[in-house]
């Protein structure tokens, strides 16, 4: 059974850093990995996929990238604003349906 | 861009009532899912459905749950006799199939309060 497991469960950065974001899962047997940003009490937008055979994926100021075979994908955002906090999840589509993690919700002072 | 639509917004409705929630896919979609996610919980995958069936079921979706596609266009999720535990957000969400790189849609979600 797929588990995806994402890890800070929280991070408060100050406006400008770059930062990472975490994610692992442990069935490599996937056809794509998405990450997705969800506000507080509202839906899921879809930022990045990739598919299983690529290594990473760039939109703006947000890169990720996948290690199938260690079962891990990372979200790396450049040049954090305030604008970027949210709760940011990262779900995995494989021989079932897409299985989220629980997410890390991210917090960027000014 | 076309959206995958959920109505109502938010419903709020007594314990033991049958609530549906709808949703409208995106209209050259095949694949159409529904997944909920109780408050401060991770998004749960409910069911899917494709060509007029349910092709996969969590061990969420019990016989209280129901989903049912009745045109073109609508895709809905009944829950017969609510409890305490059904309040969440509940989210639909379609796929057209084109391999690896096919996104799942997502739309806003109904947050149903049972109360």
């Known amino acids: 059974k797929q588990e995806v497991t994402q890890i800070p469960a929280a991070l408060s950065v100050p406006e400008g850093e770059n930062l990472v974001l975490n994610c692992s899962f442990t069935d490599s047997a996937i056809y794509n990995l998405q990450w997705f940003r969800q506000d507080p009490g509202k839906g899921l937008t879809s930022l990045l996929l990739i598919q299983s055979s690529q290594r990473e994926q760039t939109s703006g100021r947000l890169n990720a990238s996948l290690d199938k075979s260690s079962g891990r994908s990372t979200l790396y955002i450049a040049a954090s604003q305030p604008g970027d906090s949210a709760t940011y999840l990262c779900a995995v589509a494989g021989r079932t349906a897409l299985i989220f993690g629980k997410g890390t919700t991210l917090s960027v002072s000014s | 861009e076309p959206e995958v639509t959920q109505t109502p917004s938010h419903q709020v409705t007594q314990m033991g009532q049958e609530v549906i929630l709808r949703c409208v896919p995106i209209?050259?979609?095949?694949?159409f899912y529904w997944y909920r996610q109780i408050l401060g919980q991770k998004v749960e995958f409910l069911v899917s459905?494709?060509?007029?069936?349910?092709?996969?079921k969590s061990e969420i979706f019990d016989d209280q749950f129901s989903v049912e596609r009745p045109d073109g266009s609508n895709f809905t999720l009944k829950i017969r006799s609510t409890k305490l535990e059904d309040s969440a957000m509940y989210f639909c969400?379609?796929?057209?199939?084109?391999?690896?790189?096919?996104?799942?849609?997502f739309g806003n979600g109904t947050r149903l309060t049972v109360t």
């Open positions: 209209s050259n979609h095949l694949y």
């Open positions: 459905f494709y060509n007029n069936e349910i092709s996969e």
């Open positions: 969400a379609s796929l057209f199939p084109a391999g690896e790189g096919s996104p799942l849609h």
